[in-house]
């Protein structure tokens, strides 16, 4: 085998590299030596640069390339003089890796500059900028079109069991904002967004809606890798501050009015909202059975519910009463589907007892008299529903505990109503009449023919006095009611 002798020198054209062997005790090394021209400080200098291979073939494969590079390089830079010679060929090592045309990479670096300059963006450079486009847009984040991810989390919503109201709402906010928007997710901008909001011109309370909306969906969008964590979409968007409006609540005297001239259907739910705070909603959705599943309680289930949160509602002593006369037409409280047939049932009721309509107002009243009865926020705000945050802040001292008290007498200052109960005695030896009118509360009735004749003692005993008499089957469902009007006359 031929001796190689070292160093060895590679040569292409007019530019030459070399080879040396290094012996040391771990091992033996081929280093790889070549000069290039730059500048420093306004001179030309030669700068040494040295490659360390472990096995000879690789060294001089790495020696070849170079040279035939700095053969190149000397053609093209006899075109330049100077500090441009040494510029170019510093660009052309930059760009080496990449294979590309060096006047590419120019009209690349103009085009994003452009780009930034346009977004105002002068001091941001093009690493800052790549960095940021990898980390919102690269490897993780996943293209996902806006019409796709709100119908998705619409959906999930909905699997999730939250509340028609709230989900009805979603559905509006979220659809307007995919009118706005038909593009991926992760194309949007903080810049897109805060012209999306001022493009709406909505009041405070609309504005706070909206931003709170596309908050839960940009977290969504984030959960699901659509959109970048480290990106917040709504920090060009600022909450607006509500104008506080007054709680309206009715007087006690306004609520007799409104009872007295409402019809039977529509006064049994002017009293759920004035004596057990019920929203509206929660009202039309309420079954008969929802009030009689816990005794003493009217239990409002999650899907009925505004906030899709299951709470009872204890039923105070006059709510009691309207209950006990409540006409039933259906399953539900209120038997109509419509929703403005309710609100016009109530604003004709308002209309009748000459009294201006409030909304929310029954409701408002509940809370405020109830504070002022129990003195107890936190209990309030369970029966409503609210946080005691809410609570203390709209509903503090709008009543007195004497008005509180007016207010939940109203079912005796109307009219004097007799209630009876009709139940099956647990010994199946006829029934048992029930009432606090009767002299000792209750009467057996043996058969034959006991229920007929406990519902005729029960009307002749309240012939001068309104009566509702209820016949109940052995699980405690109500089966039958009758309706007594009597001649009751005010001297």
Not at 33 to 50: I, M, N
Not at 68 to 81: E, I, K, P
Not at 442 to 457: D, F, K, M, Q, T
């Amino acid at each position: 085998m031929k001796r190689v002798r070292f160093p060895i020198v590679v040569k292409r054209g007019s530019s030459t590299v070399k080879i040396y062997r290094d012996r040391k005790p771990e091992g033996t090394y081929y280093r790889v030596v070549y000069y290039t021209r730059e500048t420093d400080g306004g001179k030309e200098v030669s700068k040494r640069h040295r490659l360390n291979f472990c096995d000879l073939q690789s060294a001089i494969n790495e020696a070849e390339a170079k040279a035939s590079w700095l053969s190149r390089l000397d053609g093209a830079a006899l075109r330049f003089s100077g500090g441009d010679r040494h510029i170019y060929a510093r660009a052309l090592d930059a760009v080496r890796a990449f294979d590309v045309p060096l006047d590419t990479v120019a009209n690349e670096y103009s085009k994003a500059r452009k780009l930034l300059s346009d977004a105002r963006l002068n001091g941001v450079s093009l690493e800052d900028a790549a960095s940021f486009y990898a980390k919102h847009k690269g490897r993780g984040i996943t293209r996902k079109a806006v019409a796709q991810a709100l119908a998705e989390i619409l959906e999930r919503k909905a699997q999730k069991g939250v509340s028609d109201v709230y989900l009805r709402d979603l559905r509006y906010r979220l659809g307007v904002f995919g009118q706005a928007f038909h593009c991926d997710v992760n194309s949007i901008t903080p810049d897109d967004v805060a012209r999306f909001f001022d493009g709406l011109k909505l009041s405070p309370r609309s504005h706070n809606n909206f931003l709170c909306a596309l908050r839960t969906f940009f977290r969504f969008a984030q959960k699901h890798d659509w959109l970048s964590k480290e990106l917040d979409l709504l920090s060009r968007v600022e909450r607006r501050n509500e104008k506080p409006t007054p709680v309206e609540i009715f007087t006690a005297k306004e609520l007799a009015a409104l009872l007295i001239h409402a019809a039977p259907e529509v006064a049994t739910c002017i009293a759920l909202g004035a004596f057990a705070g019920l929203r509206s909603a929660e009202i039309q959705r309420l079954s008969w059975s929802d009030i009689e599943r816990r005794p003493g309680f009217i239990e409002v289930a999650a899907e009925k519910a505004k906030t899709a949160t299951r709470r009872i509602v204890p039923i105070t002593e006059n709510l009691s009463r309207w209950l006990a006369i409540a006409p039933r037409n259906g399953a539900c409280v209120w038997p109509h589907k419509s929703k403005n047939r309710f609100f016009e049932a109530m604003r004709r009721a308002a209309d009748k007892a000459k009294i201006k309509w409030k909304p929310n107002a029954l409701r408002h009243s509940f809370i405020s008299y109830r504070l002022a009865e129990l003195q107890d926020v936190n209990r309030v705000a369970l029966e409503a529903g609210n946080s005691p945050q809410m609570i203390f802040r709209h509903y503090r001292e709008l009543a007195t505990p004497e008005q509180a008290r007016t207010w939940f007498a109203i079912a005796s200052t109307l009219r004097p109503i007799h209630l009876y109960e009709v139940r099956p005695r647990r010994d199946h030896r006829g029934v048992d009449l029930i009432s606090d009118v009767l002299p000792f509360g209750r009467l057996w009735y043996g058969e034959p023919n006991a229920v007929s004749n406990a519902i005729g003692y029960a009307m002749h005993c309240s012939r001068s006095a309104d009566a509702v008499i209820r016949v109940y089957d052995s699980v405690g469902n109500v089966i039958e009611t009758r309706e007594h009007q009597g001649d009751f006359k005010e001297w």
